[in-house]
């Protein structure tokens, strides 16, 4: 969901790990050169899921951390995303989402708030959260190193970074 805290978890974690993290929204930003809000208003949702396909089919993400769009679900390419990561779901409650939101937590970014509404946005996705997530990390009321230790512990870490069964993570 927005404001469920990819971005600045996957650059903790990222850190952490001493591997490449890579923010899909970002990376977007800058080959497209317009923001996530201005690529959906002048290209469409539909054109900018094609573009996020198109990113995710075109780049091995096998040793990095990756930081997917919230809208990611609703794309061709969880199955892709399957077989080069491990997909961890920062669950974070309706409540908490909705008191981050408030405060203008990268509302900019959130078009399909106003499409499809709060309540509506976040139980479709939650509902696909869950069918996909590899590992789910309870998030409420944890801080970033909190949760980033959950996630080294669920998807495994050895010496030698990321257990080689697991080679990554995708939050």
């Known amino acids: 969901m927005p404001a469920s805290g990819k971005s600045t978890v996957g650059k903790q974690l990222a850190k952490t790990l001493d591997i490449p993290l890579i923010d899909i929204d970002s ?3 800058h080959l497209e050169g317009m923001s996530m809000s201005e690529m959906i208003a002048t290209k469409g949702a539909e054109e900018t899921l094609a573009i996020e396909t198109s990113f995710i089919r075109n780049k091995d993400l096998h ?3 990756v930081s997917t769009p919230g809208s990611i679900v609703y794309n061709d390419v969880l199955d892709v995303l399957r077989e080069q990561t491990c997909i961890v779901w920062l669950n974070v409650t309706k409540q908490m989402i909705a008191k981050r939101l408030d405060t203008g937590v990268n509302r900019r970014r959130i078009i399909a708030l106003e499409q499809k509404g709060f309540d509506t946005l976040f139980d479709e ?4 959260y869950k069918k996909w997530a590899t590992y789910t990390i309870n998030c409420d009321n944890k801080n970033v190193a909190t949760i980033v230790r ?3 512990s669920k998807v495994g870490y050895n010496s030698k970074g990321i257990d080689s069964a697991r080679q990554r993570s995708m939050l």
């Open 27 to 29: 990376e977007m930003e």
């Open 63 to 65: 040793g990095m951390v």
């Open 125 to 128: 996705r939650t509902r696909l």
């Open 150 to 152: 959950e996630i080294i």
